[in-house]
């Protein structure tokens, strides 16, 4: 507990840091023309150029036509305590018959001892409010088991408590065969909801969601949001959790918020605010694919920093079961997708598991880690074509979702262990990954809180590791052990090296296999013009590697230049903590920038930089022809690297 409790304050210190510098990618570098690029000389005018993208910013969903399908289905949820408090949240009907209606447990769980719950209501889209009772939640016993609790069961001694997948329903009063009857009135209920299974999402696809906004004494209801899913199965487990600080002599307490109650969450880009809680998420053609859940929100990472575009919901499929478990039918089509790893040989790998200190201290902290030696051949799978389906973020984060990593970077400075992460992007087949310098820099924190610039002295990470988002091994993320090859101190990149030797597929299937990796990012010198849609993939605080979309606000912002020496590319892509190093995508999916830098805090949202790519591949140049002058450090591993970026 004591490398825990250690662990997690440096965690913290490290994604906040990363606030500050972001993402880097790893691809290759052509002009428009296919040449190689001339020595690039810090002015991204040069490279500033009209792009001709054709059908890639294709229009996205009608959501006009999807609101009004939709929104006569979503409600208005008050819960009056007997402490005369209200809470105000969402729900969404799934039973139109017999007035069942989905929302958040959360809304009767007191936040005052010994409140009790006095009544609830429901409020139609048109402002009929009709009494509902809580027909029951997902739960679990005292003994850590997931089940439907009934109502009367809420103060039994066998429940701990309403379950993380926060999960209630009710029942509408006085509702038969879909009429509310009350005084001679009858009112016939809206049409429940439709519902798609939460299995068959991909990254990028969009989304939106319909919910109740409640301020104070303001509540609005049927207020619309939209975004993208940008993580369509968050298994991160070890990434949340509630932490309680140590109190009176005693050792805080981690407990895991991944409890039983559902396998993944759905990570979006869609706004939330109070009163969102218990609302449901569609997709595109307006089905049901998830409950905002808005408990994520006090996890220890989640509440310990200011998230932009990250939001999470509760799997449809888990509602879904919670309702049958209930007894209430809905129509629903399960996809029972297969979710394969990219490593082949993954069942190989555990025989290969590290055990030195630092690796096991990896897996105690994150058990849903495999940390393996450098001993393991590591077989990729065949890919398949390029796709181009879908708005941009879709494709782009199907193209090159293989092609980008997590960094973990564990360091010892003084007594002081420090963990951070960060992102990465493979740029060249045999295994070559490019980051942001402070990410793996050991004094990046300090050197910022003293001087504001992280890089200012390095002292390398002792141990570095690489993670694929779809790279496991019975369920557990696969960390690969990394060579630091060379560096550039002022520009804040970093060259990685994968040191397991990497194979991949000749053929899906097939026993043949060739060296290395089968394609790797594609670096492009020109900048998009202010307006031009980009795309970011990285990990984003941590959360493993997720989307997110926003357009070029400045491609020529000119502030930094004294400290970096170059022109950096603005753009209102949601960018977090864990970015930095990860890839700023065009709309034909090649990489224009290295997101690093990011206004967080109060006043500031999705304002963030990447360094340009044109600067990456002249870092990249001079790795290759040895040339140590100036700010570049080449290490003893990286001595004669040869780097081939793809074209």
Known sequence: MKNRKTFLSVIACCV????????????????????????????????????????????????????????RSVVTVSVSLSDGQTQ????????????????????????SNNAMVQNCNVALHDGTDIPARLQGYDALSMAGLNLYAEADMLDSRFIAGSANSDIALLKLDNVQSGVYSVSGTEISLPSAVAFSDSDALVYG????????????????????????????????ESAFYMYEQPAFGNS????????????????????VNAGNEGAPLFNADGEVIGMVNMRVNDTYVYSENAPFGITFATPSETVYEVLGEAGVTVSYEQNNAVRESCIVNADELPFYQARDSVAQM????????????????????????????????????????????????????????????????????????????????????????????????????????????RGTANGRFVVMPMDIIAYHQRGDLAILKFKNAVYHETAAGSAPRAAGFESACVLESAVPKAGARVAALGNALGYGVSVSAGVVSIPEFTSYYSIYGYNM???????????????????????????????????YDNVSWAIPAAFAVQFVGEVNQGNTSGYVHITEAGAGASIALES
């Open 569 to 603: 590319i603005q753009t209102d892509c949601p960018i977090n903590s864990g970015n930095s190093g990860g890839a700023l995508f065009d709309a034909n999916g090649k990489v224009v920038g290295i997101n690093t830098l990011g206004f967080g805090g109060e006043g």
């Open 16 to 71: 906040l840091a990363a606030a500050f510098v972001f993402a880097a990618a790893a691809c290759d570098f052509r002009t428009d023309e296919g040449a190689a690029s001339p020595d690039f000389s810090g002015n991204n005018s040069d490279y500033v150029i009209d792009k001709d993208y054709g059908d890639s910013e294709a229009e996205g969903a009608n959501l006009a036509a999807a609101y009004e399908a939709t929104y």
């Open 362 to 469: 990896l897996m105690e902290e994150s058990s849903d880690y495999l940390v393996i030696n450098e001993n393991a051949d590591v077989v990729f799978r065949k890919q398949g074509e390029e796709s181009s389906e879908g708005i941009a973020p879709q494709y782009i984060a199907e193209n090159n979702l293989d092609r980008t990593v997590k960094v973990i970077a564990y360091s010892q400075v003084g007594t002081s262990q420090i963990l951070s992460e960060g992102s990465g992007l493979l740029i060249d087949k045999d295994g070559y990954i490019l980051t942001n310098l402070h990410v793996i820099n050991a004094l990046s924190e300090q050197n910022q809180s003293e001087s504001g610039l992280a890089n200012s002295s390095v002292q390398l990470a002792n141990s570095v590791y690489c993670v694929f988002e």
């Open 88 to 111: 105000t949240g969402s729900g969404f009907i799934v039973d139109s018959s017999a007035g069942y209606v989905v929302t958040s447990s959360s809304l009767f769980a007191s936040v």
């Open 205 to 236: 696809e969009e989304c939106f969601s319909i919910a109740t906004l409640a301020h104070e004494e303001d509540v609005l209801p049927g207020l619309m949001n939209e975004g993208i899913v940008t993580k369509p199965f968050n298994t991160h």
């Open 252 to 271: 805080g307490r981690v407990t895991p918020f991944f409890d039983n109650s559902f396998d993944y969450l759905i990570q979006t880009g869609v706004p």
